[in-house]
């Protein structure tokens, strides 16, 4: 069986959560990303895809 290799993303905050909503600011944190300049990986998926799209603005996304 051939194994199926998941990509993951690097997830950058690159603008502060002051003034956004409080959905975007939960999103962000689940993305685990408390202060700018952090970075995570997560793994590229629907779930993490969709978190993305809804804090676009605040975070910088690439390949890893």
Same mark, same amino acid.
């Given at each position: 069986?051939?194994?199926? $290799?998941?990509?993951?993303? $690097?997830?950058?905050?690159? $603008?502060?959560?002051?003034?956004?909503?409080?959905?975007?600011?939960?999103? !962000?944190?689940?993305?685990?990303?408390?202060?700018?300049?952090? !970075?995570?990986?997560?793994? $590229?998926?629907?779930?993490?895809?969709?978190?993305?799209?809804?804090?676009?603005?605040? !975070?910088?996304?690439?390949?890893?």
């Amino acid at each position: 069986m051939a194994t199926k $290799k998941t990509s993951t993303l $690097k997830i950058k905050l690159v $603008k502060s959560t002051i003034g956004c909503k409080k959905d975007q600011i939960a999103t !962000v944190e689940a993305l685990g990303l408390h202060k700018i300049g952090e !970075v995570v990986s997560q793994p $590229k998926n629907d779930a993490t895809m969709g978190k993305i799209k809804k804090v676009i603005h605040l !975070v910088e996304v690439t390949e890893a």
